[in-house]
């Protein structure tokens, strides 16, 4: 679904409508594009000192991870999928991470991932371009990933994003000099999260961490996920 500009709550909502019917067998494999308006939000894992000191509301939600900062300028990406089995969370994170790192590429930005800390960073380790927050219900994922295009980065001043404090949220736009939109990036990002996820739901796996496929045995043929115009 490639939808424009969705208020947090309202697209919560039609993840968890997606994710149930794609566990009973009544809807497909979907992916959501979208921005949303200035909203935190936190994970289960957040803790006080992470949240605002100034009283701006925060939404809880239903995810792994932390605390973090969504709004314009920033491109989200929902995958509503049916995971294989034996469900391997950790694979499938890195299946995102994979394709956020083949989007970044083909824009010129080198990323990778790193230890112990889920999405895409720059090659320094020092600033975090794309993140990562899902929730796995009845084998079927919701929530996802994030990438920063063109955001204003002092939103997440206001936080500890991630909870970690000794590095800081970049965008493409800060990393290439020039303006990347949302519109220019959703398209690469589409293609590269259908592709990668395609992949994994077929029975492959995710690789090293430069955006490549690396087969894992004989990998049936399987549809990759539908991106339907809203």
């Known amino acids: 679904m490639r939808l424009s500009v969705v208020p947090y709550v309202e697209a919560w909502d039609l993840q968890r409508d997606l994710a149930a019917r794609r566990a009973a067998g009544d809807a497909p ?24 000191v100034d009283g701006t509301p925060v939404v809880d939600v239903d995810r792994g991870g ?3 900062w969504h709004g314009p300028g920033q491109l989200v990406g929902y995958p509503i999928v049916a995971l294989p089995r034996p469900l391997d969370v ?3 994170v890195r299946a995102l991470e994979d394709a956020m ?24 380790d020092e ?5 990562i927050g899902i929730r796995v219900r009845k ?3 919701y929530h996802g990933v994030a990438l920063n295009c063109c955001p204003d980065l002092g939103a997440f001043g206001r936080i500890v994003p991630c909870g970690i404090t000794d590095a800081s949220a970049g ?12 519109a220019e990036v959703r398209p690469v990002v589409e293609r590269h999260l259908l592709h990668h996820l395609g992949h994994f739901l077929a029975g492959g796996s995710p690789s090293e961490g430069d955006g490549a496929i690396r087969p894992a045995g004989a990998v049936r043929t399987a549809p990759e996920p539908a991106a339907v115009p809203a």
Do not use: M, N, Q
């Open 29 to 52: 494999d979907t992916l959501i594009l979208l921005e949303h308006p200035d909203v935190y939000t936190a994970g289960r894992r957040t803790e006080a000192w992470e949240r605002p």
């Open 66 to 68: 932390k605390i973090t």
């Open 90 to 92: 950790v694979a499938y």
């Open 101 to 124: 790192i083949a989007v970044c590429g083909e824009f010129g930005v080198p990323t990778h991932r790193v230890e112990g800390r889920s999405g895409v960073w720059t090659l320094d």
């Open 127 to 131: 600033r975090k371009l794309g993140a």
């Open 139 to 141: 084998g079927v994922t």
């Open 171 to 182: 965008s493409l736009t800060g990393e290439l000099g020039r303006t990347v939109t949302v």
